[in-house]
Every structure is written in structure tokens, then in C-alpha cells.
């Protein structure tokens, strides 16, 4: 057996059109060519008066006729024309760019702070360098210093 429990359409009977039906359906078309527009357009208006009931009794049918209840999860599909369409709305991020849009000002602010000496490695660097400035200043004092004892040494001979 198929699945679905369905059974398949090859071991039914054909059906064909009972011959008296086919003459009564040529018939009734050609009294319509016949007639013209005239009876299309009249019954046209009182098939219309009609659908309408027969959409009402449609939508009301069974269970959907005693409860009134609407699916409030139910996301009907809105289709937009050309011309509601909006282009010049700010469009809407992904997550992935936002996420990348805030690491980008997150570093820009850091980086703002750290040239103003207001972050941890700022400070540090900072320290490091005043140590590092008077390890050469010192350097070079103790340079002068040689240096004029040699020009003192050679004076004297």
C-alpha cells in the first residue's frame, strides 16, 4: 500500500460521457451563441447576487460558522505595491553588522581614551617611557661628564 493510505488510480474504471449529456451541453450552447450578450449580461447580474450568498454560506460552513476566533499567531503575507515601498527608511541592520558597527566604536573610544592617558595600558606606557627618558638623560650626563674630564686631562698635559 502506497503511503498516506491512499491506493492508486490505476485499477479504476474510465469514465465516459453519457452521449444524451453531450447533446444537451451543444445544445445549450448554441442558444447561448444564439441569444447574444442580452441573457449573459442578465444572468451575469443575478449570478453575481447569487455568489455572494454562496460566498457567505462558504465562509460559514461547519465549525468555522459557531466560532469566531482568529488565529492570533497566524502572520497573514502583506503584499506591497511598488509604490508603498519606502526607499529612503533607514534599513534595518543585521545582527552581524551591528555587532561589527559597536566593535568599531568600541575601539574608537578606546583608543580616544588611551591618547588622552585616561586607560590602564596608557599609563603604563607612559611610565615606561618618563623611566626610559631619564635612563637617557642620565646617559647623557655621565657622557658630558666624560667628556670633560677628558678635555681636562688633555688640557693639563
Not at 99 to 115: D, F, N, S
Amino acid at each position: 500500500m502506497p503511503r498516506g493510505g491512499r491506493k492508486g488510480h490505476k485499477g479504476r474504471g474510465k469514465q465516459f460521457s453519457n452521449p444524451e449529456e453531450i447533446d444537451r451541453q451543444m445544445r445549450v450552447q448554441r442558444e447561448l451563441e444564439a441569444n447574444g450578450g442580452a441573457e449573459k449580461e442578465e444572468s451575469a447580474g443575478s449570478d453575481e447576487d447569487s455568489s455572494s450568498d454562496e460566498d457567505l454560506s462558504k465562509k460559514k460552513s461547519g465549525v468555522e460558522g459557531l466560532i469566531e476566533i482568529e488565529n492570533p499567531n497566524r502572520i497573514s503575507q502583506k503584499n506591497k505595491k511598488v509604490t508603498e515601498i519606502d526607499i529612503e527608511a533607514p534599513k534595518e541592520l543585521t545582527r552581524r553588522e551591528r555587532e561589527e558597527i559597536e566593535k568599531q566604536k568600541a575601539k574608537e573610544r578606546y583608543m580616544k581614551l588611551h591618547l588622552e592617558g585616561k586607560t590602564e595600558q596608557a599609563r603604563a606606557d607612559l611610565a615606561r617611557l618618563a623611566i626610559i627618558k631619564k635612563q637617557r638623560e642620565d646617559a647623557a650626563k655621565k657622557r658630558d661628564e666624560l667628556k670633560k674630564d677628558t678635555d681636562e686631562s688633555k688640557a693639563k698635559r
